[in-house]
């Protein structure tokens, strides 16, 4: 069984800085893309940030130049730092990834069971 293991959230003010951590556990051959999403109250899943297994990046424009995902393939774990924080980011941010478990040529979704950030004002 594949687990996707998050930490890291919290309660912090806004300008203030978390780091939040997403580690990959079970057994798979491979993953592909990792990623997080966020889910304010009442709204959608939106996506935050991806990495792929080469470390090509993509952001939500509403954190660029605030958010750095990274990923440490050795760990099978990926990395949020998120700076300059404000109110809106808010909300519980999701992990996912893409796991390959068989030697089918397919990945499927997996995602980890929420951490909270909460931004005051």
């Known amino acids: 069984q594949v687990q996707l293991v998050e930490s890291g959230g919290g309660l912090v003010q806004a300008g203030g800085s978390l780091r939040l951590s997403c580690a990959a556990s079970?057994?798979?051959?491979?993953?592909?893309?990792m990623g997080w999403y966020r889910q304010a109250h009442g709204k959608e899943r939106d996506l935050v940030a991806t990495?792929?297994?080469?470390?090509?990046?993509n952001y939500a424009d509403s954190v660029k130049g605030r958010f750095v995902i990274s990923r440490d393939n050795a760990r099978n774990t990926t990395y949020l730092q998120m700076n300059a924080l404000k109110p809106e980011d808010s909300g519980v941010y999701y992990c996912?990834?893409?796991?390959?478990?068989?030697?089918?040529?397919?990945?499927?979704?997996?995602w980890g069971q929420g951490t909270q950030v909460t931004v005051s004002s």
């Open positions: 996912h990834a893409d796991i390959r478990r068989t030697r089918l040529p397919r990945f499927d979704d997996y």
């Open positions: 990495v792929t297994g080469r470390g090509v990046t």
């Open positions: 079970g057994t798979y051959l491979s993953i592909d893309e």
